[in-house]
């Protein structure tokens, strides 16, 4: 009885460890933020730079990883697209006009909160 009661509790435990795991998407999304922040700080806009963090961003991510969309307030928007080396890159137009036209959204996050 204590065998089958420490390994449902051990079940219990891994499967919350599981769930609260984050999005595979986490390092992408992560250096594009610090690339975001580097490309303000280069012209010397460290205010703005400092304010851009993940708790307080509008990211979502597009075709498997391929695009990631990052928007903070109504004042900045970015978007940034996966190299073959697995960098990521600011979109040409172009781009930004096939991801808000016709990429599929896989991954959404509001203010640090997974919304898809």
Known sequence: MKKTGML????????SLVACG????????DKVIAQD????MSINMDKTAKELDRDTADIRVYDD?????L????????????????SYEGASYD?????????????EEKN???IK
């Open 8 to 15: 449902g509790l051990m079940l219990m435990l891994l499967v």
């Open 22 to 29: 984050g999005s595979k998407y986490d390092g992408a999304i």
């Open 37 to 40: 922040k580097e490309a303000w």
């Open 65 to 69: 990883g391929k695009y990631i969309y």
């Open 71 to 86: 928007g903070f307030g109504k004042n900045h928007e970015s978007y940034y697209k996966r190299l073959s080396d697995g």
């Open 95 to 107: 781009n930004k006009e096939y991801v808000k036209e016709d990429a599929k959204l896989v991954y």
């Open 112 to 114: 640090g909160k997974t």
